[in-house]
């Protein structure tokens, strides 16, 4: 069974650093893809970056890169230069071929970005 | 140019009341999903419809039905409603059925009494 495990239940970090939030996923399907979503208080999803198992390099997206380490099974967030804006939750979800798209939401991490 | 919108935004009601929320994309996506999210901002897919025709159909209590009239809609009917539906129920498409980003809207916040 696919399944997606967030171990950060809250992170912090100041203004202007990096910060990692870390997703790990387990499944025996070799064709999956990664996705970070961002949940600010106002509580819309917003999709920020995807990661399919074939893909070779990391994705980037702006300020947003994904750690693909697909023999540890892991899809770490990577938010380069904070920003208060980003002070959000962010879900890390896969799927799956077969799976009609089906995303598979881990619990979520709250990040609060400190000035 | 809201691209997936669900109305109403909030609804409270009373135990056992019937209530319906809406959903319509504009982006010209195959495939809409209903998602749930709960108190503990945990997110679990609930139903998928592809072209109109139901693709996803998760372990949810049959008091909930979704529809599709057109591939541009998908509505949620909740019948009996209890106090563990309080939720936010999210809407969302795609396009394809397989690595494609989901776009959501932006929520109903369901509260029952």
């Known amino acids: 069974a696919q399944k997606i495990t967030q171990t950060q239940p809250g992170m912090f970090v100041q203004e202007k650093e990096a910060v990692t939030l870390d997703c790990t996923y387990d499944?025996?399907?070799?064709?999956?893809?990664l996705f970070w979503y961002k949940q600010p208080s106002s509580g819309e999803m917003i999709f920020l970056i995807y990661q399919g198992s074939y893909d070779q390099q990391n994705a980037t997206e702006g300020r947003y890169s994904l750690n693909f380490q697909k023999a540890r099974k892991s899809a770490n967030l990577v938010i380069s230069a904070s920003q208060l804006g980003d002070s959000a939750m962010y879900f890390c979800a896969m799927c799956f071929s077969g799976g009609y798209n089906k995303l598979i939401f881990g619990a979520g991490t709250r990040l609060a970005v400190h000035p | 140019d809201t691209a997936v919108s669900q109305t109403p935004k909030y609804l409270v009601t009373q135990m056992g009341n019937d209530k319906s929320i809406k959903c319509e994309q504009n982006l010209g996506h195959d495939t809409m999903y209903w998602y749930k999210q709960d108190s503990k901002k945990f997110l679990k897919i609930m139903f998928s419809?592809?072209?109109?025709?139901?693709?996803i159909n998760e372990t949810v209590p049959n008091r909930f039905s979704p529809k599709s009239p057109d591939k541009a809609h998908l509505n949620l009917h909740i019948n009996s409603l209890e106090l563990g539906d309080s939720a936010v129920y999210f809407c969302?498409?795609?396009?394809?059925?397989?690595?494609?980003?989901?776009?959501f809207g932006n929520g109903t916040r369901l509260t029952v009494t």
């Open positions: 499944t025996s399907d070799p064709s999956y893809g």
């Open positions: 969302a498409s795609t396009r394809g059925l397989h690595n494609s980003p989901l776009h």
């Open positions: 419809y592809n072209n109109k025709e139901l693709i």
